[in-house]
């Protein structure tokens, strides 16, 4: 097998990835980066975030207003020294980003602009027209051809983590193009790996958002943190799950039922008004949207599309000039994909599997319970999101965590030597081995693509907006089902070139582990809060038996070992998550409350 | 949207180097719905009936760049492109030309990536700025002097439509030019001179023979053409310029 050594082994180039080998580099141009991705750096799923990125800038915002909209959007499950080491870097990681030649829109006078995003009570959002994440994504690629320590290794598709004398010291990958397996030797490995959508059927990810990195973290004992707290976005396009970004509310759409009705107003959310109000109706957070809808639904408010029952978003009264400056992505999926001009017709939208708020626990400082291991971005649990992550929270948090894990990494890597090289080398054709016997398995007859469907179909019905014991159940019964099957996979294709069964195969692999995990973190936890409603007299929250996150260990032949964790908490007590007029009332409350202690 | 069980033709262009001497035809015959895509039907022929068939893909909005194929001969991306629109019930998808394939519908993309890499697209600054001080002041107007450029998703359509670049691989061809020009046209870039050496030269923007199909096939109003096209007029002025001023100076 070749072996390659580095210092710090990336593994993805997607936002997080890029800013975390460009912080090494930074840090110290003698070490060397490997960086690793199944994909070119620019088809990383980073580059279809559409809205933006959430930073303070204007005077009348503040670093304790994004704090406080982060922790109470989160229903006060996120970790608060996270989120306060957070909010006090979003400007200048953006600021950086500018100076790399990131081409933010502006305001008439050449400063940044920035636009209303749910959840947010004061406008923070920078943007690049309706292709945020595309800018950043392309600005950070480009600017990492700047460092020569840098070593790319595009559509390399890794396996697994090298772990020995209890550290994390390398990654296992198959070289795409040929098929052939390298051992990337590392002191330290970071994983910007995304996100895990994947799991579940219509949603708004890539096809590579698969959760690999969550799943190898876990196999080698990390666990999985707050698993079942899968955001919906309330605003998809129904069938293909494609996503119309919230900044269409941020620019002023409404939200309406069958009747034409703006029926937020019904779910706590109002008053309606005609200009948009942050925090206010279509600005709400996402996980009440997506419940309002499910809601709608039942009472039979909604419209029906071939796909399902759909709301209507629209954007008629913003006026064709203002969407083709602020919103061109969105009028060419509205106008390409369904035939419908946003100017003159309401699009059907439907709540899509978004984001993945859960993933490898990692503290303050980016790392994992396993020495040697990092984990930032969309794959990791850092505490910031809590049981639903505010938008626009996402895209600032992968250079904020993904600059840290780089700069983390970089001073580890000076305190520690790699292991003898045999053993590590014997650990790493172990892997290979493993990864080969899921393609040369003759005996087997499932099929993978079977398998994902049933997967993703089974994850919708039990682990959807709103859930049950025994839909959960049934769900986690599946898993298990299709955990067995899996070990009968029949791959067709036995070549070594561009074998794209084989990698879905592994993928599939990785889904089913990572599906387990939020299955049954999902079922254990007996309340309902943020992104995680139950129907079944758990409807509260509970705050004195679930004020935790939920941590999923990988068994191996069994189900996932849940355990809990305590959540940290410096100045934010947990309170009423209120929005619309309700919120202002709360919030007037506690300022209040605070002026007489 | 579903009606009665509509199904079309696509005709694959199948390459496999390991038991295949050379590349050649394979028809399925995909039941499919009016919204479907393209890759959607490749998606379907790949998990349902020959899950052998490779090819790239990834955001399925048009997006990532990842799905560029010459559908019918034309460059395109398989995700922007609807199975309702060939109405003779058949299609006929290959790998994008001008590349060589690394298997069935998968190009071999490294000239581009190299290309890429050497007309340095990032930002080289006129005035070095601290994060301290904040961002550059850049007016919309400023902007929107590069924004266009700013937009290029990779595909390498403009590449499959280049006939320059189909008889001479040197060329650096129109994505990448464009992007040059991106940076070149961008307020805050100083870096003009030091990309403009390649700019310049038969490799550069005087290998383009003004076809203009990149930019009709380009899905994302780029328009490499029009850039390629200002950067002649650009690489023209600074020729004479070159004996009047010198070098490095920025003007
Ligand atoms: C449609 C959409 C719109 C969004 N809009 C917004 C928004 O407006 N604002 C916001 O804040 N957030 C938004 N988000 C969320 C945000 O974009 C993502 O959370 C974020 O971009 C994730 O970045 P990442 O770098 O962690 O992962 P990604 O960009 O997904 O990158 C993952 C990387 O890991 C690599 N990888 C994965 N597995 C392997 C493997 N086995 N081997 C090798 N490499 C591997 C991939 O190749 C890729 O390079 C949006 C998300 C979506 C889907
Ligand atoms: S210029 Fe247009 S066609 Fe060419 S690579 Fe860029 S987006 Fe694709
Ligand atoms: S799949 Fe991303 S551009 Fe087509």
Not at chain 1, 40 to 52: C, L
Not at chain 1, 124 to 133: N, Y
Not at chain 1, 500 to 506: F, N, T, V
Request: aromatic residues 8%; hydrophobic residues 35%; proline residues 4%.
């Amino acid at each position: 097998m070749e072996v390659f050594k580095s210092d710090v082994a990336v593994v993805g180039a997607g936002g997080t990835g890029l800013r975390a080998a460009i912080a090494v580099a930074e840090a110290d141009p003698s070490l060397t980066v490997a960086l690793i991705s199944k994909v070119y750096p620019m088809r990383s799923h980073t580059v279809a975030a559409e809205g933006g990125a959430a930073g303070v800038v204007r005077d009348d915002d503040s670093l304790d207003y994004h704090f406080n909209d982060t922790v109470a959007g989160g229903d006060w499950l996120c970790d608060q020294n996270v989120v306060e080491y957070f909010v006090a870097r979003c400007a200048a990681s953006l600021t950086q980003l500018e100076h790399w030649g990131c081409p933010w829109s502006r305001k008439p006078d050449g400063h940044i602009n920035v636009r209303a995003f749910g959840g947010m009570k004061v406008e923070r959002t920078w943007f690049a027209a309706d292709r945020s994440g595309f800018h950043m994504l392309h600005t950070l690629f480009q600017t990492s051809l700047k460092y020569p320590s840098i070593r790319r290794f595009d559509e390399y598709f890794c396996t697994d983590l090298v772990v020995e004398d209890g550290r994390c010291q390398g990654v296992v990958a198959i070289e795409v193009a040929t098929g052939k397996f390298t051992f990337i030797q590392a002191k330290a490995v970071i994983l910007g790996t995304g996100g895990a959508g994947r799991v579940y059927r219509e949603n708004t990810n890539g096809g590579i958002v698969t959760g690999d990195g969550m799943a190898m973290a876990y196999r080698q004992g990390a666990p999985l943190r707050d698993m079942e707290f899968m955001q919906f976005h309330p605003t998809c396009m129904p069938g293909t799950g494609l996503l119309f970004t919230e900044a269409c509310r941020g620019e002023g759409g409404f939200l309406l039922n069958k009747d034409g009705y703006r029926f937020l107003q019904d779910y706590g959310l109002g008053p309606a008004e005609e200009q948009p109000r942050n925090k206010f109706m279509e600005l709400g957070p996402r996980d009440r949207l997506s419940q309002a809808i499910w809601h709608e639904e039942r009472k039979g408010r909604t419209i029906s599309t071939p796909y399902g029952e759909a709301v209507h978003l629209d954007l008629r009264h913003l006026g064709r000039k203002k969407l083709h400056e602020r919103l061109p992505l969105i009028c060419e999926l509205a106008e390409e994909y369904m035939g419908i001009d946003p100017a003159k017709e309401c699009i059907p939208v439907r709540p899509g599997i978004h984001y993945t708020m859960g993933g490898i626990y990692a503290n303050l400082e980016t790392e994992t319970p396993l020495p040697g291991l990092y984990a930032a971005g969309e794959c990791a649990s850092n505490g910031i999101h809590g049981a639903n992550r505010l938008g626009s929270n996402s895209l600032v948090d992968i250079i904020v965590f993904g600059e840290l894990a780089g700069e983390q990494a970089a001073q580890y890597v000076r305190t520690v030597q790699n292991s003898n090289p045999e053993s590590l080398e014997k650990l790493a054709s172990d892997a290979e081995q493993r990864a080969v016997a899921v393609v040369s398995r003759t005996d087997g007859k499932e099929k993978h693509s079977v398998l994902r469907r049933e997967m993703s179909q089974s994850m919708e019905s039990g682990c959807g907006i709103y859930r049950t014991a025994t839909e959960m159940q049934a769900t986690c019964d599946k898993l298990a089902e299709l955990r067995e099957r899996y070990r009968k996979l029949n791959v067709e294709d036995k070549s070594s070139i561009w074998n794209s069964d084989w990698l879905g195969a592994l993928e599939v692999g990785y889904l089913l582990e990572v599906a387990e995990a939020v299955a049954h973190s999902a079922l254990n936890r007996r309340e309902s809060r943020g992104a995680h409603q139950r129907l079944d007299g758990y409807e509260q929250r509970d705050d004195v038996n679930y004020l935790k996150h939920t941590l999923a260990y990988h068994v191996p032949e069994g189900t996932p070992r849940i355990e809990y964790q305590d959540v940290i908490i410096t100045r934010s007590r947990p309170g009423t998550r209120a929005y619309g007029a309700a919120g202002e009332a709360e919030e007037a409350q506690r300022r209040q409350e605070r002026a007489s202690v | 949207m579903s009606d009665d069980n509509k199904t079309i033709e696509m005709e694959v262009l199948r390459y496999r180097p390991e038991q295949d001497r050379e590349p050649f035809f394979q028809t399925y015959e995909v039941p499919f719905e009016d919204d479907w895509s393209v890759l959607q039907g490749l998606q379907y022929i790949k998990d349902d009936l020959d899950s052998s068939l490779s090819f790239r893909w990834s955001c399925r909005m048009a997006i990532c760049g990842s799905c560029g194929m010459m559908i019918d001969g034309v460059p395109k991306l398989g995700c922007r492109t609807f199975l309702r629109n060939y109405h003779s019930g058949k299609l006929r998808v290959e790998a994008l030309e001008h590349f060589p394939i690394e298997r069935d519908l998968v190009i071999v993309v490294d000239d581009f990536m190299e290309k890429l890499a050497r007309i340095k697209p990032y930002l080289i600054p006129k005035q070095v700025r601290k994060l301290e001080q904040g961002e550059y002041l850049q007016t919309p107007g400023q902007l929107e002097q590069y924004r266009q450029f700013s937009t290029c998703i990779n595909c390498m359509l403009c590449y499959a439509a280049c006939p320059q670049y189909g008889l001479n691989s040197g060329f650096t061809g129109p994505g990448i030019l464009a992007l040059m020009h991106r940076y070149n046209a961008d307020s805050r870039d100083g870096g003009r001179d030091q990309r403009m050496e390649l700019g310049h030269s038969d490799e550069g923007v005087w290998g383009c023979a003004a076809v203009a199909y990149c930019s009709e096939v380009c899905p994302k109003e780029v328009d490499p053409a029009n850039a390629i096209n200002q950067n002649k007029m650009g690489s023209a002025i600074d020729y004479f310029l070159r004996f009047v001023r010198p070098r490095g100076a920025t003007g």
